[in-house]
Nanobody, 131 residues
Framework: QAPLVESGGGAVHTGESLRLSCDFS?????????IGWLRQAPGKEREGVAS??????????YYADSVKGRFTISQDNDKKILYLEMNNLKPEDTAVYFC?????????????????????WGQGTQVTVSS
């Protein structure tokens, strides 16, 4: 099973930008039809950030209120890469960001990222925003 592989994190200052990438080539979506991003800040619960559906019948994309207007999720279906363009970053965006998708039926923990249920995620990439 090829994992979901994130990249692009780093340390920036308030107002700067980063673009995260997730290679999902070869991933078995276990029948799921969406993919997205979670994040987990120090001492906080993991939360959904954004998701996109592969189905035209599902409203997409989804953004958490905290990132609307600043983050953009997109995908390159030929290269099987998911992106998260993050602009006007704030210190409260500091977190480990995980690319996430539907997991196997035996996955123990699931999160809902808008209309996208996710039960599998990659190792994550650290984003640190300092003022």
């Amino acid at each position: 099973q090829a994992p979901l592989v994130e990249s692009g994190g780093g340390a920036v200052h308030t107002g700067e930008s980063l673009r995260l990438s997730c290679d999902f080539s070869g991933y078995n979506f276990y029948g799921g039809n969406c993919i997205g991003w979670l994040r987990q800040a120090p001492g906080k619960e993991r939360e959904g950030v954004a998701s996109v559906s592969f189905s035209p019948d599902v409203p997409s994309p989804y953004y958490a209120d905290s990132v609307k207007g600043r983050f953009t999720i997109s995908q390159d279906n030929d290269k099987k890469i998911l992106y998260l363009e993050m602009n006007n970053l704030k210190p409260e965006d500091t977190a480990v960001y995980f690319c996430a998708a539907a997991g196997p039926p035996y996955a123990g923990t699931w999160y809902q990222v808008g209309n996208c249920p996710v039960g599998y995620w990659g190792q994550g990439t650290q984003v640190t925003v300092s003022s």
